[in-house]
């Protein structure tokens, strides 16, 4: 099983910050099969990034996605009030499917 | 557009089952597959396991082996998780969301894009006496 482990647990930003958040896999995974979501109280969690570096539809180019190998990292620049939440970084590359355990990104 | 849309949510006492269903719309059914992960009040994303969609072939994570059935009615564009022998601590919300058809042996499936893209609403199922 690739285990997923994002850090920080918790990121207290202001608006128009620039937040950093990292996903570490216990192997090596190709860049192909790494995703980030957010996820807002109450609600599923929407498909940010794929491929470790292409945003989803619709999602604002404030939003990037780096990285291969075992460190995957994902920013978020220039906060807007709507991106406060929790994201997740996903691997589909085999099953069991994993997720990271999450990085809360609130407002400082 | 692209819709998953679940059924309500549920309230079960322990030992029972439940079953969520998860009709689909907006794209080609057959064509993809259907994942089911969980997730506990303030916890993170637990995957259950995959069906395809066009095939019917399964893949269960370890931890629900044994307890999880999961099906698709093609005609319906519709899938199914059914969860058995239900415990306190299988309340949560569950969800469905629609991802590559895998390709899969004995051991393992892999799969490719699309990661899992759209998401059923979730359905809360809570168990207790």
């Known amino acids: 099983e690739i285990v997923l482990t994002q850090s920080p647990g918790t990121l207290s930003l202001s608006p128009g910050e620039s937040a950093t958040l990292s996903c570490r896999t216990s192997q090596s995974i190709s860049s192909t099969y790494l995703a980030w979501y957010q996820q807002k109280r109450g609600q599923a969690p929407r498909l940010l990034i794929y491929g470790a570096s292409t945003r989803a539809t619709g999602i604002p180019d404030r939003f990037s996605g780096s990285g291969s190998g075992t460190d995957f990292t994902l920013t978020i620049s220039r906060l807007e009030p709507e991106d406060f939440a929790v994201y997740f970084c996903?691997?589909?590359?085999?099953?069991?499917?994993?997720f990271g355990g999450g990085t809360k990104v609130e407002i400082k | 557009q692209i819709q998953l849309v679940q059924s309500g949510p549920e309230v079960k006492k322990p030992g029972a089952s439940v079953r969520v269903s998860c009709k689909a719309s907006?794209?080609?059914?057959?064509?993809?597959?259907i994942t089911w992960v969980r997730q506990a009040s303030g916890q993170g994303l637990e995957w259950m396991g995959y069906?395809?969609?066009?095939?019917?072939?399964?893949k269960y994570a370890q931890s629900f082996q044994g307890r999880v059935t999961m099906t698709t009615d093609t005609s319906a564009s519709t899938a199914y998780m059914e969860l058995r022998g239900l415990k306190s601590d299988d309340t949560a919300v569950y969800y469905c969301?629609?991802?590559?058809?895998?390709?899969?042996?004995?051991?393992?499936?892999?799969?490719?894009?699309?990661?899992?893209?759209?998401w059923g609403q979730g359905t809360l199922v809570t168990v207790s006496s």
């Open positions: 907006g794209y080609t059914f057959n064509s993809y597959g």
């Open positions: 069906i395809s969609a066009p095939k019917g072939n399964v």
């Open positions: 996903h691997q589909y590359r085999n099953s069991p499917l994993t």
């Open positions: 969301a629609r991802l590559s058809v895998g390709h899969c042996t004995n051991d393992i499936c892999y799969f490719s894009y699309p990661p899992p893209d759209h």
